[in-house]
């Protein structure tokens, strides 16, 4: 018996220990166990979820329309050919003036092909040249008349002021970078998501461990009062108090199975691999320990903190570029609201020949030019009243915009106080759940040294041995509190990227990784 006590003592002190393995399906060697570090668990996640995905594409989508902007800029080759035929009766008039023919026909043929295009000024130019056939019956062979030359037109008042020729692209530009920090928000959310998923598998992992273990401490217990009963040293009354401590362990047991199933179904919903089959069971490799944040104060933590937000948190991100589009928004609603004023000019050679040759000889002569400038205006007659209402949205939309900034500075500044605060007196927490494991443990050691004198009872065992358990869930529960306040700070302060090496910092410039923007093969 003396043996068989000290074998108990050993198993209890080996199974508070942390980090060993649970003697249950976590050290089964089976294909059904697939164990998976943090690490590859965020990569997987990343990879396979629907909503990053989504997330990527739109940011592709908005960075190829931002591109596609420019394109309002390129030139344009235009060729065109008219056909014109006309017949008509002349009046007596036009029959003495055209040699008293009652009815004059006349067929043309117009070739052209000129460049056009749209300047960075928001002005229209085309540079090209036109070929006419005439027939008609007052001539007995055709003619052919060119023209070669240029032909601008230049706002002067509304589409030029403001940054208005550009402000497609530039609000396009804003679009992009707000699909960007959607992208970069979606990813840190689900980072964090899964980080959170992967600490919570693992505490279950370590507290079905101890509750499968308190269960075979349990079992030897009652085996050894078995014995003592039938020697006669203990009562049956006894014996049915341990054996009533062991049904409330087995169901503790299920209850942690239970907690550890549900944590591996969270995982597998992120993961979102068909691979991975109902039955196959997941492990957490890492093993769940205190990591020290850092050796900054705290208000050196908050201080960095908030300045890091107001550079990369993608909330704040967001919004600061949404107000940036609604001033290039204003701005172009205040340009509209302009009079129209336009400076049209025109400069060119013409030609006349019986032949194309011959006509184009002549242009290139540059003996007939021919030019014209001139300005036009236009002015709304009820003063404007789509621009002027557009332009009182406008300007409440901004006004939105620096609103929704004000908040969100806000609630960073404020969510950043909380949780510097939350993981200083999480960190305090985790120090004081170790100085109760350590006092739990050592008590066993006295009650377990005491039940070998015949000093102690079964009952006293098994209080010890539960208190030990509920320190040292206590004292995982607070790591896993803890990780999650950091990885809540970290969010808040824009650094969940930057801090698993997926982004870096060029400037005030945010630059995610290759592999990102490219997306999964």
């Known amino acids: 018996m003396k043996g068989f006590r000290v074998g108990l003592w050993f198993l ?4 508070c220990l942390p980090g060993l393995q649970a003697p249950g399906w976590a050290e089964e060697q089976d294909d059904a166990v697939l164990a998976l570090t943090l690490g590859e668990l965020i990569r997987n996640v990343i990879d396979r979820n629907p909503a990053v995905g989504e997330a990527r594409l739109q940011y592709l989508i908005s960075r190829g329309e931002a591109e596609a902007e420019w394109g309002a800029f390129e030139p344009q080759l235009v060729a065109h050919y008219d056909h014109a035929r006309l017949r008509e009766e002349n009046t007596a008039l036009q029959v003495l003036a055209r040699g008293g023919q009652p009815v004059f026909e006349e067929e043309n043929g117009v070739y052209g092909l000129s460049i056009e295009g ?25 003619e052919y008349e060119s023209f070669f030359g240029i032909s601008a037109e230049q706002p002067l008042l509304k589409g030029l002021t403001r940054g208005a020729p550009l402000a497609g692209v530039r609000a396009a530009r804003q679009d992009r970078f707000v699909a960007f920090h959607n992208y970069r928000k979606q990813l840190m959310q689900t980072i964090s998501t899964a980080e959170a998923a992967y600490w919570s598998l693992a505490f279950a992992q370590e507290q ?3 509750r499968a273990e308190s269960v075979e401490i349990a079992l030897k217990l009652v085996e050894d009062n078995r014995e003592r009963v039938r020697a006669g040293k203990m009562t049956d009354l006894d014996l049915m108090e341990a054996e009533a401590e062991l049904a409330i362990r087995v169901a503790q047991q299920a ?8 944590s591996m179904t969270q995982v597998k919903l992120l993961l979102s691999d068909p691979e991975i089959s109902e039955k196959m069971k997941l492990r957490a490799a890492d093993p769940l320990e205190y990591t020290s944040a850092g050796d900054l104060t705290e208000e050196e933590e908050r201080q960095f903190s908030v300045k890091w937000a107001l550079r990369a948190q993608p909330d704040y991100m967001i919004r600061w570029e949404e107000l940036r589009r609604e001033l290039i928004v204003l701005g172009y609603q205040m340009d509209q609201r302009l009079p129209e004023l336009n400076l049209k000019a025109s400069y060119g050679f013409n030609g006349l ?3 194309p040759r011959e006509s184009f000889e002549q242009t290139g002569s540059r003996d007939y030019p021919s030019w014209s400038v001139g300005v036009e205006m236009r002015i709304a007659l009820l003063s404007g009243i789509r621009e002027k209402r557009t332009l009182e949205a406008a300007r409440l939309k901004k006004q939105l915009a620096e609103l929704r900034l004000k908040a969100m500075d806000y609630e960073i500044v404020n969510s950043i106080e909380t949780l510097v605060q939350r993981v200083a007196t999480l960190r305090e927490r985790i120090q004081s759940a170790r100085k109760v494991t350590g006092y739990r443990k050592r008590l066993l050691e006295v009650e377990l040294s005491r039940l070998e004198a015949g000093k102690s009872t079964t009952r006293l065992i098994y209080e010890a041995e539960e208190e030990l358990t509920r320190a040292r869930e206590w004292e995982l529960e607070s790591i896993v509190r803890y990780r999650e306040a950091l990885m809540q700070l970290a969010y808040f302060r824009g650094s969940v990227l930057l801090d698993k090496g997926l982004e870096s910092m060029q400037g005030d410039q945010v630059e995610l990784c290759e592999e990102l923007l490219q997306g999964p093969d």
């Open 12 to 15: 209890i002190i080996l199974c």
């Open 118 to 142: 749209r300047s960075i000024s928001n002005g229209t130019y085309r540079i090209g040249c036109s070929l006419s056939k005439m027939e008609n019956t007052l001539v007995t062979d055709p």
């Open 208 to 210: 079905y461990r101890m």
């Open 255 to 262: 209850d942690a199975e239970q907690n550890l199933l549900d």
């Open 353 to 355: 020949g019986l032949s």
